[in-house]
């Protein structure tokens, strides 16, 4: 192989593991941080999502109701659900496993609504992701400061 065949070679690997990488900017995402309250109080173990065109960004919040999207979000408006399904004695679902598993863990085909013995913590004007009432236009440079009050019936 000649010289410049080899630089070639060598150019292309380097575009492809950087490409590989999955940094919030080659993604092109933004960090995103806020805290989740429901009814004054906050809302641990719950589920937030960020949804535009092109991705989604997901975290779960923690004890405080603190959460932070594991890659970001895109800039722009955003459309926001938050969501926390327990079981009839009020134990969250496990982290980590989303409704569709749960669903299928129990025989059911995918869809919308819940399993039998569950139930949804969130009011579905901001658990449902085609009727939340939450929006958010995330800034160019991401925020911190994305709080949501929410307020059960």
């Not at 408006?77 to 749960?102: F, H």
């Amino acid at each position: 192989m000649s010289r410049n065949g080899l630089f070639s070679l060598a150019g292309l690997l380097l575009a492809a593991i950087a490409g590989c990488s999955s940094s919030e900017t080659e993604l092109g995402t933004v960090p995103v941080a806020g805290t989740v309250l429901l009814d004054s109080q906050p809302l641990a173990g719950a589920s937030v999502y960020f949804m535009n065109e092109l991705r989604t960004g997901q975290a779960v919040t923690d004890a405080e109701g603190r959460f932070e999207l594991l890659q970001g979000a895109a800039p722009g408006p955003n459309r926001i659900y938050i969501t926390k399904v327990v079981n009839e004695s009020g134990t969250p679902v496990e982290e980590g496993i989303d409704l569709e598993q749960l669903k299928a863990s129990q025989g059911l085909p995918p869809g919308p609504g819940l399993p039998k013995g569950f139930k949804e913590v969130v009011p579905p004007q901001y658990s449902d992701p085609f009727k939340t009432e939450l929006t958010l236009d995330v800034p160019a440079d991401g925020t911190d400061a994305a709080d949501f009050t929410l307020i059960a019936n």
